[in-house]
Structure formats: C-alpha cells, structure tokens
C-alpha cells in the first residue's frame, strides 16, 4: 500500500506529465510584423517574441522559421513540380534577379537565431529538414542546423513521408533523411509524396507529338502503381487520381476521368476539367451544344468518388461544395447576361430554387444573396432564405475565419455577420477604424482617424472581440498568424 506521502507525489509526477504532454500538443501561432523596412514576429498576445532586426523571413515549421539579413532576393525559390506550360513541352523564361548580398537562417518560437545567418536561400522545414543553398547548389540540414544532404543538388523540395524530391541535369529522384537516393534521379518531374504515393513526370513521345512526357504514380518503394496508357492528372487525397488517356484522338485529347490508386478506372475520361473532391463531390465540365444558341460552352455538374453523376453535367455555373451547399446556375433562353441561381446540397437536392441573381456562401447559416426581382439588391439570407439583413448602399467585406461586416460608402463598419460569439465592439465609437482580417479571437485594424496622405503611412494593430486593443496601431504591416509547427 501507497503511503499517503507517496500518493501525493505520484500526483504531481502524473500532473506534470500531463501538463508537459498538453504543452507539447499545444500550438504557437506567430504573425510576421513589419516596420520601417525590418520584420520580425508576434504571439497571439501581442509580444515581440521574434525582435524587427531581420530584412525578410519565411514559412514557420517545427518550430523555426527562416530569417534573413542583407536584403537578398533569390532568382527563383525550390520548385520540384513541373508547370504546365513544362509538361506541354512549353519554354519557360527565368529571369535571374538575384542580388547576393544576403544570407538566411533560423528562429526558434522563442526568438533566439539557433542557426545563424550563413545560407544563400533556405526552404521551411518539414520532418526536420530544410533545403539550403550553398555556392548555387542544394541539399538539406536538420534542425540543429548539420549538413545531412550534401549540396550537391540543382534543387530540391521538402521532406514528406520520409522522401524528398531532389533534381540534377533535370533529371528527377528522391532521396531519404539519410540523403540516400532511395528512388534513382531518372523522371523529368516529380511531386511531394502524400498518403504513400507521388506524381511523376515520364518521359513519353505520343503517336501524334501533342504528348511529351505523362504523369505516374509511384509508391515509397519507386514502384510504378499506374500503367503507362494512362497519363495522370491531379493525385487527389481520397485515394482517387484524374486522368487521360496517353494516346487519344484529337476529338478526346485533353479529356479526364477518375481512376483509383490501385488502377481502376471508376469514370473513363469524358471531362475537360475535375476539380478536387469537396464534400464528397468534385466539379465536372464538359463541352457541349448550348440548346438555345447552338454553339459549344462548358456545362458543369458533380461526381462523387464512386463516379457516379449525382448532378448531371447541365449547369451553367458551380463551384466547389462548402458546408455541403453549392450554388448553382442554369441555362436559360433570355439571353440577357443575367444567371438564376439556385442552392443544391450534396445530393443534388434545391435547397433554394432559381430565384436568385447572385448567391455566396459566407458560412453553415449565411448567405450573400440578390434576387432575380431586385438583382442590385444584396440581402443577407439564411439556408431556407428567409432575409436577415438587407445591405441597401452599403457594402460587405469578409474578414476571415467566419466573421464578415457592413460597411457604409466611407468604409466605417457599421455590423458584423457571423460566428457564434459576436463581437462586442462599440461600433459608434470606431467609425474610423479600417477592419482588415479576424484569426484566432483577434481583429487587424488600421486606425484612419489622422491625416494620412498615403495609404502606407496608416499603422496596423490588434483588437479582441470585446474592442480591447491588444497591439496599439504601430507596424507597417501585419501578417497572418501562422502555427509554428504545421508539419505537412
């Protein structure tokens, strides 16, 4: 049997191991701030945890962040995905800007420089690794800031899955978080490994030229997953990849379909465009004959993962799916540039029939709506379309994150829209405060009440919900608050 002494110190070692696990779990948020040319960062409670001594920074992850001293501006950034224009087999120019005067490292989320200023370009880190350029060549140091890929690379992209891309003589491969080539350099064309697979670029000569390389699947084992007829499009995240046939005809060239990851086509490529899955859905669009002006125009629809039509290609408008709504227009004979909206759900069910000239999500319960029968009017709707607020002359801004506001022909808001909590801000008494974004409970604001004669003499600050100003209007410009560790 314990002892009740020893009971009470098992207590304190189980609720410091908890508190440290909940500390570890814990995110830090930092926005980059700047002034007078130098920028630093601040916590969500407005402290200068990183000071405004650096000339530019990156992206935040495990919690570093590159900084930068000397003004330097690289000619291009890492970039392992081959463009469009690329895998048509299209030139592209790249105008070298650089101006060498630079270097880059690394804050922490205290602030300190733990790997001092010593690199020509960096990357952010992922999996603890960073791509970083030494005398015009990459490779990859770990968060102490050791060499562990030599820089021996044209360039590189970033650690997931434990594989890296890596390029040379613009042939592409992967490397491992040992800097072993584990999938030879041999592709025109690699991306970023996600749920165990990879797009790669082959190189491919199609029977009538319009083809010179295609897109495959590899696994993390360098195994092709996909057979060589097919040329893969988007490797979309729930197991499904859009793709063509490598060799078509003229009439289906450039037309996509849904295949799986283990190589089942669940839809034969009929559409020139699949947007990536939303709610379940994903957009499609075909061409075909407008029935009332004779002349081919997209028509849109939706497919679910099964490749099944649940909305049939008919639709003149749609976009992605949001809190499972998706407005909608139809066709019509009117020929007036006028659209008829309707709200659909994700079975392709009116959630609000075509009685509207404009409809735009703003959240789960709100709508920015203008009817067919006063189409300059914006209302605020609900999902059945009741009218909460009408705008009349004045406008409407989001803010982010939920929240948007009214605002008048001076720009002074006037009400906010959205969330649960509302905000308790004195509105009457901020007629001259310009609210710019809303992130994690805090409003960025300008204070216009002062003679400004340019738009960038106007300071930026933070205020709460509750019109505390928790960061008096003092910097250039504020950034969006970023997780410092949101490894990918």
Not at 229 to 255: M, Q, R, V
Not at 342 to 370: C, P, Q, V
Request: charged share 20%; with cysteine.
């Amino acid at each position: 049997m314990l002892s009740n002494y020893a009971k009470f110190l098992l207590l304190l070692l189980l609720t410091a191991c908890f508190s440290f696990a909940y500390a570890q779990k814990e995110k830090k948020y930092m926005a980059q701030v700047r002034l007078n040319g130098k920028c630093g960062f601040i916590d969500v409670s407005g402290n200068e945890v990183v000071p405004l001594v650096y000339d530019d920074a990156g992206l935040w992850n495990n919690n570093l962040v590159p900084v930068n001293i000397g003004k330097y501006i690289p000619k291009s950034y890492p970039v392992v995905e081959m463009s469009t224009a690329q895998s048509k087999n299209v030139n592209v120019e790249v105008v070298d800007n650089s101006e060498k005067a630079g270097k880059w490292g690394f804050c922490n989320a205290a602030g300190k420089l733990v790997i001092p200023v010593q690199f020509t370009n960096v990357s952010f880190f992922n999996e603890g690794m960073a791509g970083v350029e030494v005398n015009d060549k990459w490779g990859f140091i770990n968060t102490s800031g050791k060499m562990v890929v030599e820089a021996v690379y044209d360039t590189v992209g970033y650690f997931s899955q434990g594989l890296a891309v890596v390029a040379k003589n613009g042939s592409y491969g992967y490397v491992n978080l040992k800097g072993e080539e584990v999938i030879k350099l041999q592709y025109l064309g690699a991306e970023a490994f996600e749920k165990g697979l990879a797009k790669v670029f082959e190189k491919y000569d199609s029977k009538n030229g319009d083809k010179k390389s295609i897109g495959r699947l590899i696994n993390l084992q360098g195994k092709i997953v996909t057979d060589a007829k097919y040329d893969i499009e988007s490797n979309f995240t729930n197991g499904l990849a859009s793709f063509s046939f490598a060799e078509a005809n003229a009439e289906d060239s450039f037309t996509y379909g849904l295949i799986t990851t283990t190589g089942q086509v669940v839809a034969p490529p009929t559409y020139k465009e699949i947007s990536a899955f939303s709610n379940g859905l994903a957009l499609v669009m075909v061409y075909k004959i407008h029935e009332f002006y004779n002349e081919y125009v997209p028509h849109y629809g939706y497919i679910d993962a099964k490749g099944k039509e649940v909305v049939k290609p008919t639709l003149a408008k749609g976009v992605d799916f949001s809190y499972g709504m998706a407005p909608v227009a139809r066709f019509d004979s009117k020929d007036d540039g006028q659209s008829e909206y309707a709200l659909i759900n994700t079975k392709g069910e009116h959630l609000l029939d075509f009685n509207w000239s404009s409809l735009d999500i703003l959240d789960s319960k709100h709508l920015l709506a203008s009817s067919i029968k006063n189409p300059y009017e914006k209302v605020i709707i609900d999902t059945k379309g009741k009218q909460i607020l009408a705008l009349g002359d004045n406008g409407f801004a989001s803010l982010g994150n939920g929240l948007f506001f009214v605002k008048n022909v001076d720009y002074e808001p006037t009400a906010f829209i959205g969330l649960d909590k509302k905000p308790l801000i004195d509105l009457s008494k901020n007629k001259k405060t310009r609210f710019i974004s809303y992130q994690h409970g805090l409003l960025r604001f300008g204070d216009l009440d002062g003679d400004y004669s340019e738009v960038s003499a106007i300071k930026l600050g933070l205020m709460d919900l509750k019109g505390t100003v928790v960061v008096k209007p003092k910097y250039n410009e504020i950034f969006d608050f970023e997780a410092t560790d949101n490894s990918l």
